[in-house]
């Protein structure tokens, strides 16, 4: 069975190498779609009885670990200097430092690395995460799966 959850969060970026608009400092409203696979949980009594995992669960780990991490911060790549040292002159910004460029493609592979240790089956349900899915715009978007 997979289960899906999606959240949504807003940060700004910029692509230093690219050719046009995204080398320019912007932001998005991301959407983030995080999806488990596992078996349905068949316990009597227990408050996650029929469920892969509850909801809210995801929820709450998805913000802990990531979104509230991301959310209203600026993602910049470490090698683009100038961005980051300008950041870094900022008191108290809120800056998310990656190690590639901040692509959707690179966030959502990003997304699923620190998810992926996150999301542990306490059931014994082999929940495992699968994908992210990553929006950049309501039209764009990159999918990191499990290898
Ligand atoms: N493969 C990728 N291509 C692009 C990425 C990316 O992460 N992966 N990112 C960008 C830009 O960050 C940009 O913000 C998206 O721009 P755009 O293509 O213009 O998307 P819009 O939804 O704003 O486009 P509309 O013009 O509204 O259709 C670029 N490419
Ligand atoms: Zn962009």
């Not at 998310?96 to 692509?103: A, G, I, K, Q």
């Amino acid at each position: 069975m997979l289960i899906t959850r999606r959240l949504e969060f807003d940060a700004g970026h910029r692509i230093p190498d690219h050719q046009s608009q995204c080398r320019n400092l912007h932001g998005h409203r991301y959407a983030i779609e995080i999806t488990l696979s596992g078996e349905v949980i068949q316990r009597d009594g227990d408050a996650a009885n029929g469920m892969v995992m509850d909801f809210s669960d995801v929820k709450a780990l998805a913000k802990e670990h990531l979104v509230d991490v991301w959310d209203h911060a600026f993602l910049v790549y470490a090698g683009d200097t100038v961005v980051r040292q300008f950041l870094e002159s900022l008191p108290a910004h809120k800056t998310v430092v990656l190690d590639r460029p901040p692509t959707a493609e690179n966030l959502a592979q990003e997304a699923f690395r620190i998810l992926d240790q996150r999301y542990r089956d306490v059931y014994g349900n082999h929940l495992c995460l699968e994908r992210v899915r990553l929006f950049e715009t309501p039209n764009c978007w990159a999918d990191a799966l499990r290898a």
